[in-house]
């Protein structure tokens, strides 16, 4: 439920409506708008009916969200959100290009990649310290080795990292190294684990599972926001279907549904949907063109002497090509790279 305060509210007003709120165990959001405050009200459903708001001295009206996600939607939230990750921000007229090795290898591979990728324009490295393999017998990454790193090479190039959190028990290590933590794509039903990234006080870059409609995506990311935690940028990495010829399917459409649907930045990852290097390109103008916020991508040095996926992975002179390109189309649809 949205509760629009009216204009000449006073503060007193508004702090019975919370206490009123919080005495039945929900939780007020209050957002204060140029011309309104607002509050909304999260909690459960049959609960939030008990409350007499109308009646409340300061009240406007109240507007039911009648979508299953509250805090994401746009009801919630009409205006676009920007998610600052160290110095950079995601949302609004910037396209923003995180990119760097799928797993961090070792220090010197880290580090020469991450000088590559910030001299041709991207803003945040990506790095896995710590892998999600399909078998038990690849290489796991290298864990908090790898963390150090990716910090060094943040110290040494300016840009935020980000990195996948597969564990809640590594949480400490992440506030310690990180400054966007990654949820899976393969984590994104992991109630738990979004709980405990909710609790974080670090940008969170939410992938949408193989298997995972745009509703279930957008419910995933509710259980962050719902913990406090409304720095979430949402992640389409392709999803499973009948197809073979790549990877994943890129679910080009979902990125203006989700725009739609949510106040959220929405960010591409043509490289876990395409599975091979040589439509890369195609799939993030495509994203550009189809108002996607930024990309993930991933970038090696010698991708024949990956640790993993090394067929995906750009040369660097591919990954120049490519921001070239972009920035043509940034410039097309009124963004920049
Ligand atoms: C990754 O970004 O390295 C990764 C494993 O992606 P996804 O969770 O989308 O498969
Ligand atoms: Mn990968």
Same mark, same amino acid.
């Given at each position: 439920?949205?509760?629009?305060?009216?204009?000449?509210?006073?503060?007193?007003?508004?702090?019975?409506?919370?206490?009123?709120?919080?005495?039945?165990?929900?939780?007020?959001?209050?957002?204060?708008?140029?011309?309104?405050?607002?509050?909304?009200?999260?909690?459960?459903?049959?609960?939030?009916?008990?409350?007499?708001?109308?009646?409340?001295?300061?009240?406007?009206?109240?507007?039911?969200?009648?979508?299953?996600?509250?805090?994401?939607?746009?009801?919630?939230?009409?205006?676009?959100?920007?998610?600052?990750?160290?110095?950079?921000?995601?949302?609004?007229?910037?396209?923003?290009?995180?990119?760097?090795?799928?797993?961090?290898?070792?220090?010197?591979?880290?580090?020469?990649?991450?000088?590559?990728?910030?001299?041709?324009?991207?803003?945040?490295?990506?790095?896995?310290?710590?892998?999600?393999?399909? =078998?038990?017998?690849?290489?796991?990454?290298?864990?908090? !080795?790898? /963390?150090?790193?990716? *910090?060094? +090479?943040?110290?040494?190039? &300016?840009?935020?990292?980000?990195?996948?959190?597969?564990?809640?028990?590594?949480?400490?290590?992440?506030?310690?190294?990180?400054?966007?933590?990654?949820?899976?794509?393969?984590?994104?039903?992991?109630?738990?684990?979004?709980?405990?990234?909710?609790?974080?006080?670090?940008?969170?870059?939410?992938?949408?599972?193989?298997?995972?409609?745009?509703?279930?995506?957008?419910?995933?990311?509710?259980?962050?926001?719902?913990?406090?935690?409304?720095?979430?940028?949402?992640?389409?990495?392709?999803?499973?279907?009948?197809?073979?010829?790549?990877?994943?399917?890129?679910?080009?459409?979902?990125?203006?549904?989700?725009?739609?649907?949510?106040?959220?930045?929405?960010?591409?990852?043509? =490289?876990?949907?395409?599975?091979?290097?040589?439509?890369? !390109?195609? /799939?993030?103008?495509? *994203?550009? +063109?189809?108002?996607?916020? &930024?990309?993930?991508?991933?970038?090696?040095?010698?991708?024949?002497?990956?640790?993993?996926?090394?067929?995906?992975?750009?040369?660097?002179?591919?990954?120049?090509?490519?921001?070239?390109?972009?920035?043509?189309?940034?410039?097309?649809?009124?963004?920049?790279?």
């Amino acid at each position: 439920m949205i509760i629009v305060l009216r204009p000449d509210v006073t503060q007193d007003q508004v702090d019975h409506i919370l206490d009123e709120i919080t005495k039945l165990d929900l939780r007020p959001h209050v957002s204060t708008g140029e011309e309104r405050t607002i509050i909304g009200v999260i909690g459960e459903e049959d609960v939030i009916r008990t409350l007499p708001v109308e009646a409340y001295p300061g009240v406007e009206n109240v507007i039911p969200i009648l979508k299953p996600f509250k805090l994401v939607g746009r009801e919630f939230k009409p205006a676009n959100s920007v998610v600052k990750v160290g110095d950079v921000r995601i949302g609004g007229d910037a396209f923003t290009v995180a990119a760097g090795p799928c797993a961090v290898e070792s220090r010197e591979m880290t580090l020469r990649i991450a000088e590559t990728v910030h001299g041709l324009g991207a803003k945040v490295l990506r790095g896995g310290a710590f892998k999600p393999r399909t =078998s038990p017998y690849s290489f796991q990454g290298l864990g908090e !080795e790898g /963390l150090k790193y990716l *910090a060094e +090479a943040r110290e040494r190039t &300016g840009m935020p990292v980000v990195t996948e959190l597969m564990d809640p028990r590594h949480v400490p290590l992440f506030d310690e190294y990180a400054d966007m933590v990654q949820i899976g794509a393969r984590n994104m039903a992991n109630f738990t684990l979004l709980k405990e990234a909710g609790k974080m006080q670090k940008p969170v870059l939410l992938k949408r599972g193989m298997m995972s409609t745009v509703k279930e995506f957008l419910l995933s990311a509710e259980y962050v926001c719902s913990e406090g935690n409304m720095n979430v940028v949402l992640c389409e990495r392709g999803i499973r279907t009948f197809e073979t010829e790549t990877r994943n399917t890129l679910d080009i459409s979902a990125v203006p549904v989700i725009k739609q649907l949510s106040h959220l930045p929405v960010f591409v990852d043509p =490289s876990h949907a395409a599975g091979r290097d040589d439509i890369i !390109e195609s /799939l993030s103008l495509a *994203a550009v +063109a189809a108002g996607a916020d &930024g990309i993930i991508v991933e970038v090696h040095p010698e991708p024949e002497h990956a640790k993993s996926d090394g067929a995906q992975a750009l040369v660097p002179e591919q990954f120049a090509e490519m921001m070239h390109k972009m920035r043509a189309v940034a410039q097309a649809v009124g963004r920049k790279v």
